[in-house]
């Protein structure tokens, strides 16, 4: 039996009608760009998952560029991101011309260490990047605490995130300003590039819409610097009829993990966390960690079971950042974290024998 680390396909055949009906009303009501559908979309995304704004955007590097830009970081500034996460967590600062710092982080949920946090912060620092990883909600009480007692502004990328709660609240609301991406492989995903901007913040929020659509509330008067963020109808539309699905299918990713977690039986196998006691994640990925993690991925490739590697290299030690000062051996759990780390299928179409047949594959190991 093979088993692919991710086949989108089954979930789109499955959404097919709904999904080519809902893109031919966008269509034939000329709605490319925001528009209706987007509202609609910025709406339902808000009431599923409780966010009371939301402003749709055209990826999710975009709300992170959008934050950095609206919280006025700039040359001079530091802001803090975790050496363990997809490049875009680092790209809005670098984007506005500050300097991303990049610190370690936990051995048991992948995401900043609040102390690794605290001794990264120097007179400079304006601001993190708090990453929900793997869909895993961060410590947010260390983190928040930190962030308070230094005044930075604390953006959430919660890329991999969409339905994840901390203590009952949805991430990004916990910071100033939280971001999604809806990448197809997200496990909120469209049909093409697509992201969100959230805040608890009325003011953070006014000024990322104006950003959003070139610094303008009314057309051809511009107040303030803006960018070209705007989602497009399409995307909304198809997200439209995958939102009613997703709690189904974040339910599914969470029994495909217990199960993982319970049948796993090889030594030296690290399992990640299925939860913390705040936290409920979502399972964007089912990431294990191996001392032997090549040899393993070959086996279990041997045997038909797709794994990705998720990630190789931290972020200190990528070349677009060479010259940070920041050097290999000084982020040691996020550098042990890509060297032995393996991902695991985890889609919701997953059958539970596919999911044993992924179990006996690593235990056989
Ligand atoms: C996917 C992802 C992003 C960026 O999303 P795009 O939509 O590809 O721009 C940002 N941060 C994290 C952690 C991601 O996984």
Not at 178 to 196: R, V
Request: with cysteine.
């Amino acid at each position: 039996m093979k088993v692919p680390f991710l086949d989108l396909s089954i979930q789109h055949k499955a959404i097919r009608e709904q999904a080519l009906a809902a893109l031919a009303a966008t269509y034939d009501a000329t709605r490319f760009c925001l528009g209706r559908d987007v509202e609609e979309f910025e709406g339902r995304f808000g009431e599923t998952l409780g966010y009371p704004r939301v402003l749709g955007m055209n990826s999710g590097t975009s709300p992170l560029h959008a934050a950095c830009a609206l919280a006025g970081f700039g040359p001079g500034d530091e802001v803090v991101v975790p050496a363990f996460t997809f490049i875009s967590s680092a790209w809005g600062a670098r984007y506005v011309g500050a300097k991303p710092v990049f610190a370690d982080i936990e051995e048991g949920t992948f995401n900043l260490d609040p102390a690794a946090l605290e001794a990264a912060v120097t007179p400079r620092t304006r601001g993190v990047v708090v990453v929900h990883l793997f869909g895993q909600p961060a410590r947010m009480e260390g983190l928040l605490a930190v962030a308070r007692r230094h005044g930075l502004f604390v953006i959430e990328d919660c890329a991999q995130a969409a339905g994840a709660r901390w203590r009952g609240t949805p991430v990004g609301l916990l910071g100033d300003a939280g971001t999604f991406s809806f990448y197809p492989t997200k496990n909120l995903g469209g049909c093409g590039e697509g992201g969100a901007f959230v805040s608890r913040d009325e003011g953070v929020f006014a000024k990322a819409r104006l950003m959003r659509a070139h610094g303008s509330g009314r057309r051809y008067y511009h107040e303030t610097l803006g960018f070209n963020f705007r989602m497009d109808g399409f995307q909304a539309a198809v997200l439209n009829v995958k939102l009613p699905l997703l709690a189904g299918w974040t339910a599914r990713r969470r029994a495909i993990a217990a199960r993982y977690v319970a049948g796993i039986r090889l030594a030296d196998a690290v399992p990640p966390v299925l939860g913390t006691e705040d936290g409920e994640g979502v399972f964007h990925q089912f990431t294990l960690r191996h001392p032997r993690r090549d040899a393993l991925r070959e086996h279990l490739a041997a045997r038909g079971v797709g794994t990705d590697l998720i990630y190789p290299v931290p972020l200190h030690l990528q070349k677009c950042f060479e010259g940070s000062g920041q050097k290999a051996g000084d982020l040691p759990v996020a550098e042990k974290a890509c060297a032995t780390c393996v991902s695991l299928p985890i889609f919701p179409e997953l059958t539970d024998a596919q999911v044993d047949e992924v179990i006996a594959a690593v235990n056989s190991f």
